[in-house]
Nanobody, 112 residues
Framework: VQLQASGGGLVQPGGSLRLSCAAS????????MAWYRQAPGQPREWVAS???????DYAESVKGRFTISREVRKKTLYLQMYNLSPEDTAVYYC???????YGQGTLVTVSS
């Protein structure tokens, strides 16, 4: 199983980014997936989830600003992030709960 995250980078406060996570191996195209993040010196925290049925859930800190989605045919998970703030600076990881597997992470830095 491989989860390849991409799309991170440096963005100014108020900006947007879209993260992608391409899955390969024994990942079902419709299984539940999630995004986590880890800020410097902080524990890893849950950001958003999407169930096998497509229902979504978000941490309070990102609700209304982030959107989790997926493209089934490409087995790719997305995290669209709007109105970013410096508090969103972190390494973002995609996660497959059924297999307890994290991707390698992509760094998002929000700074002016």
């Amino acid at each position: 199983v491989q989860l390849q995250a991409s799309g991170g980078g440096l963005v100014q406060p108020g900006g947007s980014l879209r993260l992608s996570c391409a899955a390969s191996g024994s990942i079902l195209s419709m299984e539940s997936m999630a995004w986590y993040r880890q800020a410097p010196g902080q524990p890893r925290e849950w950001v958003a989830s999407i169930s096998s049925g497509g229902s979504t859930d978000y941490a309070e800190s990102v609700k209304g600003r982030f959107t989790i989605s997926r493209e089934v045919r490409k087995k790719t998970l997305y995290l669209q992030m709007y109105n970013l703030s410096p508090e969103d600076t972190a390494v973002y990881y995609c996660y497959a709960p059924r297999l307890s597997v994290y991707g390698q992470g992509t760094l998002v830095t929000v700074s002016s």
